[in-house]
């Protein structure tokens, strides 16, 4: 079943397999959202059935929430848990001082409260993820859907002073309409290929009236588990500064394998 895995799947499961490891019992553990958090939530759901671990889950999203439930995991919401151990989530990007963007499954928002809610922020992700200046993934920004074209006008204008490369501002579009997220907003994506200093520009972008959150996470990752193809597995943690390397095989699983929806 591994063997139909494509090298970046199993990069993203490595990663997810490894950081299912860092969760210990009566935790209240974040679950991301996007391809790579979908493998740790099924690792997590084969150690609640098979291995009796006992967690609670802090979903980032409605699609998270139901592969959860569909794997056995417990789930509650965020003001239920109150504060978590620990969060595992995903990245659209990641550089040396573990700054992400994060957003490009229009998750943002709750990803970000939860982080914020956490003890602890552990990041899964493949190599590729791994970039020296952030900003050449588009960096999403949630905004309210009333006057959202001005919204875009407004963060357009703020750009042009901002350290960035590129200006160009996209609504993210679902068929002929906008995206909506779980919270009923829209996502702008800003085209701004490196971004010099990502700290100003979230705080900035974060004054516009209309902008509920951006998609950048300055200080907020403690340790990335970094995936490669061939089972290799990377665990940075910037707090400890160390750097260890581990190997995880592939076990054939029907259930953590079969109908992956994502
Ligand atoms: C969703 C996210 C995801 O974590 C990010 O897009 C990475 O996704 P994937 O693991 O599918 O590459 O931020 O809002």
């Known amino acids: ?15 997810a397999r490894r950081a299912a490891d860092m969760v210990e019992n009566g935790m209240r553990v974040g679950l991301g959202t996007g391809s790579t958090a979908a493998w740790l939530v099924r690792c997590l759901g084969e150690m609640v059935r098979e291995d009796g671990l006992k967690i609670t889950g802090v ?10 439930r569909e794997v056995g995991i417990e789930i509650v919401s965020l003001d239920e848990a109150k504060w978590l151990d620990l969060t595992i989530d995903g990245a659209d990007e990641f550089d040396g001082e573990l ?4 957003g490009g499954g229009g998750a943002l ?3 970000k409260i939860v982080a914020s809610a956490s003890d602890q922020m552990v990041v899964i992700a493949d190599k590729a993820k791994e970039v020296e200046s952030l900003g050449a993934f588009p960096l999403p920004i949630e905004v309210i ?3 959202w074209q001005t919204t875009q006008s407004l963060v357009e204008e703020t750009l042009i002073s901002m350290d960035v490369l590129g200006r160009t501002v ?3 579009m679902d068929g002929a309409r906008p995206y909506i997220t779980d919270e009923g907003n829209h996502i702008l994506d800003l085209h701004l290929r490196r971004i010099g200093n990502p700290r100003q520009l ?4 974060n004054q516009i009236p209309g902008v509920v959150e951006n998609g950048l996470f300055i200080d907020m990752c403690d340790t990335v588990v970094i995936g490669y193809g061939d089972g290799k597995v990377e665990v940075r943690d910037i707090n400890e500064g160390t750097i260890e390397t581990d190997r995880i095989d592939f076990v054939e699983s029907d259930n953590l394998f079969k109908d992956l929806s994502e």
């Open 99 to 102: 700054n992400l963007i994060k």
């Open 202 to 205: 979230g705080l900035v972008v």
């Open 1 to 15: 079943m591994s063997g139909e895995l494509s090298p970046i799947d199993k990069a993203k499961f490595v990663a």
């Open 170 to 172: 996209t609504v993210r």
């Open 109 to 111: 928002l709750q990803e």
């Open 145 to 147: 859907p009333f006057g």
């Open 59 to 68: 979903p980032t999203s409605i699609r998270t929430a139901e592969l959860a």
